[in-house]
């Protein structure tokens, strides 16, 4: 789609949405992880950047992205198979860790079926993603209970109208959009969780059908509100 469409700003403005709402809603890591991810960042951002910049997204560049897009061919790939099924086959050591290995080339077969399976992709509109973030209270009854608290704040983000903002309020379906369904969870640490299955497949086209194929597989008795 980018050779054929080039960069497009909804692309990355979906992108940039999706991380803001990922850095917002961040869970909490452990200290040995989170420490080390920050030394890490050092190498890449500013000591005052290393905090959001894997995250936020604030400059735009289609020539970069071109640039890139240079190097991402069929015939410049390198795929690594791992397996135990290899074992016995390799013809190479390497000379750190002692790792049995060998070389040969991709077959012409798979570099055609790479080439025939990256034309059939095909762009979808420019409808902006929508990002739902729900918080609620809870009492230490309902907890106990594992039942839904007060809704202290519905906050619809991301191309969905402002004017449509509620509050203390059940929320109800939304126009044309997936069902909102319900299942108790102990912390504050589902958002990141739940996005995880849908960013891998960007361009899906039929986000609702796997909205909810993913909730009804996730909750044993799902409950709509």
């Known amino acids: 789609m ?3 469409e080039g960069p497009q700003r909804w692309i990355f403005q979906e992108l940039q949405e999706l991380w803001r709402i990922a850095f917002r809603f961040k869970g909490k890591d452990t200290p040995q992880s989170y ?4 030394a890490g960042m050092l190498h890449l951002f500013p000591f005052q950047d290393v905090l959001a910049g894997p995250y936020l997204l604030e400059e735009y560049r289609p020539d970069l992205i071109n640039d890139l897009l240079h190097y991402l061919r069929p015939d410049n790939v390198r795929i690594a198979v ?14 750190w860790y002692g790792t049995q ?5 991709i077959p012409d077969s798979v570099m055609q079926d790479c080439v025939a399976e990256a034309a059939t992709v095909r762009p ?7 990002a739902v973030i729900i918080i609620m209270r809870m009492d230490s009854g309902d907890v106990a209970r594992g039942v839904p608290g007060t ?3 519905f906050c619809l983000v991301s191309g969905i109208d402002e004017a449509k903002r509620l509050s203390n309020v059940v929320p109800a379906a939304l126009e044309g959009s997936a069902k909102l369904w319900w299942q108790f969870v102990g912390a504050f640490n589902s958002w990141d969780e739940f996005t995880k ?3 891998a497949e960007f361009a899906s086209i039929d986000s ?4 909810k194929e993913e909730l009804e597989q996730r909750t044993q008795h799902p409950r709509k509100i």
């Open 151 to 153: 809704l202290e704040n």
């Open 208 to 211: 609702k059908r796997r909205l």
């Open 35 to 38: 420490v080390r991810d920050l």
């Open 2 to 4: 980018l050779r054929t």
């Open 197 to 199: 299955t849908f960013r």
């Open 101 to 105: 290995y060998n070389l040969e080339p």
């Open 82 to 95: 791992v397996a135990k099924r290899f074992m016995g086959q390799a013809d190479s050591v390497e000379k």
């Open 124 to 130: 979808r509109d420019g409808a902006t993603v929508g």
